[in-house]
């Protein structure tokens, strides 16, 4: 009778499409729409390079030689993809058969993406921030663009979102602490669907007052496109003659340096990102060290009275 019982969800589960598994898969794990685009763009190129082959047929082998393709060049440019590029084009893969392969779903016999390495990526963020002096020079270059993009900047300088948060980002999101003496957002379309509340400093809340006024006051607080406010970044980028590639996720990275060098606690800082674990918000800890005073100033301390 148990036998009986097993052997037609098996047999079901053979008779899946990789269409059907991959909807399944990513309907299930991955809410978030813009983790669902990329996702399913990954999937897709990677079905490209295996030809006929379905997901369940394919080995180690075939995403390692995946790998090394993508390692090559890149096909729109002819250069190689950089190692965090590869690394966001895998993790799809490695979550997918993870999920086919567990034993509740049995989509898949094996993992072959197990033992699939990921190209080491430089932690090069830690660096892609801006100076306060050159967040001023920024935000009067917005300015000059007219109140909505100087809305924009200033957002992402003083909360730190993500340019996914910022333009999902409603008027109905925000509200007044129980004291009735601060506003907060309520940031739902966090990373991962996590939802956070972030406290909004008075300039900006009242700013933002005066945008509403100008633009109206119901919906989307931004109804713009990511790209379109990565636009707005770079010519305020352009106008202000950086050579840094600014691009509103350095603002957020602004955000957690400037934070931390004025006295912000690292816990502090990981709630108003949204970060899940500790770790990813220490990684500013070394930039402001460095910032502070470093082990050149405690020798040069030292040595003074004979420079």
């Known amino acids: 009778m148990e036998h009986g019982i097993v052997e037609p969800i098996e047999k079901e589960q053979e ?24 996702y399913k763009y990954a999937i897709e190129r990677f079905q490209n390079f ?24 890149d096909e729109n440019n002819n250069r190689p993809y950089t190692a965090a590029t590869i690394s966001v084009l ?3 893969l490695r979550s997918l058969y993870k999920w086919g392969n567990s034993p509740n779903i049995q989509c898949f016999t094996h993992n072959p993406a197990a033992c699939i390495k990921k190209p080491k990526v430089s932690n090069r963020s830690r660096r892609h921030f801006l100076t306060r002096n050159e967040v001023i020079k920024i935000l009067q270059q917005l300015n000059t663009m007219g109140l909505r993009n100087y809305a924009i900047g200033l957002t992402l300088v003083l909360l730190g979102l993500r340019v996914s948060e910022l333009v999902s980002m ?13 506003i907060w957002l309520t940031v739902l379309n966090g990373k991962g669907q996590k939802v956070r509340e972030v406290k909004v400093p008075d300039k900006l809340w009242n700013l933002l007052g005066m945008y509403r006024m100008e633009y109206g006051g119901s919906g989307r607080v931004f109804p713009l496109t990511s790209r379109q406010v990565q636009r707005i970044i770079e010519i305020a980028r352009k106008k202000a003659n950086f050579t840094k590639n600014v691009t509103p996720h350095w603002l957020r ?36 060290e460095q ?9 040069e301390d030292c040595l003074k009275e004979v420079l």
């Open 170 to 182: 409603e008027w109905d999101d925000f509200h007044t602490d129980p004291m009735g003496t601060s």
């Open 291 to 299: 910032i502070q005073k470093a082990a050149p100033d405690f020798v």
């Open 15 to 38: 008779e899946l499409t990789d269409e059907e598994i991959v909807r399944m898969f990513l309907s299930t794990y991955h809410n978030s729409k813009y983790t669902l685009r990329n």
């Open 253 to 288: 990275h602004t955000n957690a340096t400037l934070a931390l060098l004025n006295g912000a606690t690292l816990q502090q800082v990981q709630h108003t990102l949204g970060h899940s674990h500790i770790n990813t918000t220490q990684q500013y800890i070394h930039t402001v």
């Open 90 to 92: 895998l993790a799809p």
């Open 50 to 73: 295996i030809g006929k082959k379905r997901l369940k047929e394919v080995t180690w082998r075939d995403i390692e030689l995946y790998k090394l393709s993508l390692l090559k060049r």
